[in-house]
C-alpha cells in the first residue's frame, strides 16, 4: 500500500488493473480548472494475500512483498504502522474515494472542483462521494454558483494568513447547498448551459472572478432557474462583504 508514489506500479497495473486507481496528490492542481483527472495513480486491494495468490496477480503480490519488510522513518515495520481493525495493513479502501472536492483551507478561491474519474485525494483535500441518487453535474454547477459559494464562505472562519478554516466534520454540520432534486430537468439544462464557459477556463481570485461576464450569466441564470427573490448584485455584496473581512487579516 502506497499511495505517496506511483513509481513501481507499472508492473501491478499491466497485470491487475482492478488494484489501481486514480490518486490527487498535490493541491496545486487544482489551479487547472474545475474538472480535474488525477495522473497519479494508488495501489488498492482488498483482496487478501490468499486471494491475490488464486489469481496469479503476481504484480499486485509482489508490489506488497516489497513493503512487507519495509519500516517508516522511525523505524517501525509498515505492516505495524498500517495496520487497521477489520482490514489488511495494504488496504485502501474504495469507500472513500471522492467525485468533488475543496480544499481544507481556501484562500482566494472559493471553488468546489469535480474529479473526471473517482479518485483517493490528498489529506488537504474535502471529499464528497456521490450516493448515486443525485445528478453530479448539476450539484457541482450549484456548489460553485455565488451562492454555494457565499453558503461556503459562511461556514467557516478566517485562521492564520487568512484562508478560510473549514473541515469535514464542520462541512457536514453546517454546509448548505441549493437542492438539484427542486430543479426540473429543462432549468437544470440551462443551468448547465450557462456554467459551461466557467468548466472551459481556470477559476480566478473571487474579487476577479466576480467581475466576469460568463461568471454574472451563470449566477444569474441560478438565481433565475430557482426563482429565487435576490439580485446577483446583493449576493455578490453579502459574499465579498464576508470574504473581505476575513482577508483583513492579511492586508
Not at 215 to 228: A, C, G, H, N, W
Request: charged residues 30%; contains cysteine.
Amino acid at each position: 500500500r502506497d499511495a505517496q508514489e506511483s513509481r513501481g506500479l507499472g508492473d501491478v497495473y499491466k497485470r491487475q488493473e482492478e488494484y489501481i486507481k486514480p490518486v490527487l496528490k498535490n493541491t496545486r492542481k487544482l489551479d487547472t480548472g474545475l474538472m480535474i483527472q488525477p495522473a497519479e495513480k494508488a495501489f488498492c486491494c482488498s483482496d487478501s494475500l490468499d486471494e491475490v495468490k488464486q489469481k496469479n496477480n503476481n504484480g499486485a503480490l509482489n508490489w506488497i512483498k516489497k513493503f512487507e519488510n519495509a519500516v517508516n522513518g522511525k523505524n517501525k515495520p509498515l505492516p505495524d504502522v498500517l495496520k487497521r481493525p477489520g482490514l489488511h495493513w495494504y488496504e485502501m479502501k474504495d469507500d472513500t474515494l471522492a467525485d468533488i472536492v475543496v480544499s481544507m483551507n481556501p484562500d482566494k478561491k472559493l471553488c468546489f472542483y469535480r474529479l473526471k474519474s473517482r479518485s483517493f485525494v490528498n489529506q488537504r483535500l474535502i471529499r464528497f462521494t456521490s450516493t448515486g441518487k443525485g445528478r453530479l453535474e448539476i450539484l457541482h454547477a450549484v456548489l460553485n454558483s455565488a451562492i454555494g459559494m457565499f453558503l461556503l464562505e459562511s461556514s467557516g472562519f478566517g485562521r492564520g494568513l487568512a484562508a478560510l478554516d473549514i473541515n469535514a466534520s464542520k462541512l457536514s454540520k453546517k454546509l448548505r447547498v441549493l437542492n438539484p432534486r427542486l430543479l426540473e430537468q429543462e432549468s437544470a439544462n440551462t443551468i448547465l448551459l450557462a456554467f459551461k464557459p466557467l468548466l472551459e477556463r481556470a477559476p480566478l481570485d473571487l474579487r476577479e472572478e466576480l467581475k466576469l461576464d460568463d461568471r454574472r450569466k451563470f449566477d444569474e441564470t441560478v438565481i433565475q432557474e430557482y426563482k429565487l427573490n435576490v439580485t446577483v448584485d446583493e449576493i455578490y455584496s453579502s459574499l465579498l462583504g464576508l470574504f473581505n473581512i476575513r482577508q483583513t487579516v492579511r492586508e
